[in-house]
T-cell receptor, first 119, second 113 residues
Framework: GAVVSQHPSRVICKSGTSVKIECRSL??????MFWYRQFPKQSLMLMAT?????????EQGVEKDKFLINHASLTLSTLTVTSAHPEDSSFYIC???????????????FGPGTRLTVL | AQSVSQHNHHVILSEAASLELGCNYS??????LFWYVQYPGQHLQLLLK??????LVKGIKGFEAEFIKSKFSFNLRKPSVQWSDTAEYFC???????????FGKGTKLSVKP
């Protein structure tokens, strides 16, 4: 199957600093990538949809100025958590959508996630 | 609003027992349904998916799921579980034209050797 990588896998930062997380599709081009947040013992919550060459679409309640998303190429999307605070500590997961030729819908492949801890 | 419900939070089975994990969704239109698995310390992996056609879908590692439209359900089954099936299982549905996945809260499966 398609492979999606994330970097870094873990990051610890001080409150007030910014953290950038990269999501790459390794063996395919992804026009659309998704960013999720997963709290302990809870499901994945979609934060935003990242489209190559255009602005990201944020879900209701997600601060676009705090969670900056850049989808600069067909294989890379970045999520920058600006001025991070302890409540931003979470597990951030990206996925990339693989179009399925001839089928009306498609499949997402997930990255391994990034554990962010803000002190 | 569209939602996905997984009724079991934690299921504990012995090896060779049969498994059925429930998943219900709330959406009256055309749906595309998925089961993902997350093994300890690993990322989400696709187990199986339903787009259309035969409502009984076969996935990897001996898993299958049945789409029952009248019940708005997509339950995951395996006839005989193994210790290596210990993981968290997520049901998900695609909404709209952009392919945004909506996930259930997940079911943790623990298989005793």
């Amino acid at each position: 199957g398609a492979v999606v990588s994330q970097h870094p896998s873990r990051v610890i930062c001080k409150s007030g600093t910014s953290v950038k997380i990269e999501c790459r599709s390794l063996d395919f081009q992804a026009t659309t990538m998704f960013w999720y947040r997963q709290f302990p013992k809870q499901s994945l919550m979609l934060m935003a949809t990242s489209n190559e060459g255009s602005k990201a679409t944020y879900e209701q309640g997600v601060e676009k100025d705090k969670f900056l998303i850049n989808h600069a190429s067909l294989t890379l999307s970045t999520l920058t958590v600006t001025s991070a605070h302890p409540e931003d500590s979470s597990f951030y997961i990206c996925s990339a959508r693989v179009p399925v030729a001839g089928v009306g819908t498609d499949t997402q492949y997930f990255g391994p996630g990034t554990r962010l801890t803000v002190l | 609003a569209q939602s996905v419900s997984q009724h079991n939070h934690h299921v504990i089975l012995s090896e060779a027992a049969s498994l059925e994990l429930g998943c219900n969704y709330s959406y009256g239109g055309t749906v595309n349904l998925f089961w993902y698995v997350q093994y300890p310390g690993q990322h989400l992996q696709l187990l199986l998916k339903y787009f259309s056609g035969d409502p009984l879908v076969k996935g990897i590692k001996g898993f299958e799921a049945e789409f029952i439209k009248s019940k708005f359900s997509f339950n995951l089954r395996k006839p005989s579980v193994q210790w290596s099936d210990t993981a968290e299982y997520f049901c998900a549905v695609i909404r709209g034209s952009q392919g945004n996945l909506i996930f259930g809260k997940g079911t943790k499966l623990s298989v005793k050797p």
